[in-house]
């Protein structure tokens, strides 16, 4: 007669090597540095996009500069802002995208709203070619970017050719990518893929994003180590458009929520806490296995 005592340890190997790789197809495809506690990626101080990140960049001569920045408390505008050199001093205008949208109650933030706003440094007249200057404001201006933490360099190229005009949006990849109650609650993000390597990006431009319920956001290249370029998600269109170092503006290119949502499994971040009914069923085999196994060592030491 069967019996489920009889079941081999081959068996029970087989089962679980099964069961595991199963696992794998409930697991996210976020990366590991994302699965944190911590806030979202692109809220972290240290991700955030802009030009002005890197003293040692060069720009074009008619570029202006630009920094998105979390703006959900306490934001202020950049005021009184120049860029000097010696004598040499060129005001600077300051423009800033998304800014309706700053300064919120904290119940408001999370979810789909995680407030940003593009703060645009606009140069009064075109720089001298090769030339480092320092960006100055009275109140509220850029972090600096220099070794000593004091000052913000920009510094133009050798090459006086103006700014590449913006390039196309044609193969640009937007993916809804779903989050899960589990793992501290990971929340849900847009995957965007683009050619990081056209020339009006590497000299300073950026793509806006331009969500439908009026919040910016701003990318240049990934915010991680692992490559890929994380949005705030949505639940409804967005519309995309590449600027160049010089401001101008490209082609937009527009979202809607069918385009970029093809997720159709909910993918857990874990099996344990608010996981997934999905992943925990997973696992129930694999407890009954166990249980057998203590059963049959059990019946063989009291024989």
Known sequence: MYSTANISSTTRAR?????????????????AAALSCDGPPWEAEWSMPGSLRDSTAEFPV??????????????????EC?????????????????????????????GDNYPDAIVRYVPERPLIPDRSYVLVCDDNGPAPNDEQGQY????????????????????????FKRGDEGCCETGSYLDLRLDLEQPWLRE???????????????????????GTIEMPPTTDGLELT????????????RFDRD???????????????????????????LLWIGTLGRRRRAAGGAS
Do not use: K, M
């Open 62 to 79: 008619d570029a202006q500069f630009w920094e998105l920045r979390g703006c959900a408390y306490d934001f202020a505008h950049p005021s």
């Open 152 to 175: 913000t360099f920009v510094r133009t190229r050798f090459d006086p050719t103006p700014a590449a005009a913006p390039g196309s949006l044609d193969d640009i990849e937007l993916e």
């Open 204 to 226: 300073g431009g950026y793509v806006e994003v331009l969500y439908d319920d009026g919040q910016v956001f701003a990318v240049r290249e990934p915010g991680n180590w692992s």
């Open 259 to 285: 385009e970029y949502d093809r997720e159709l499994i909910y993918t857990p971040c874990a099996v344990t806490g608010h996981a997934s009914p999905l992943a925990l069923w997973l696992f129930a085999p």
């Open 82 to 110: 120049r860029l000097e050199r010696g004598d040499d001093v060129i005001p600077v205008a300051v423009e800033v995208d998304g800014a309706e949208h700053c300064n919120v109650e904290p119940s408001y933030v999370g």
């Open 15 to 31: 089962a679980l090597a099964g069961l595991a790789g199963a696992a794998l197809f409930v697991l996210p495809e976020r990366p």
């Open 242 to 253: 590449p600027v160049a170092a010089d401001g101008t503006r490209g082609e937009t290119r």
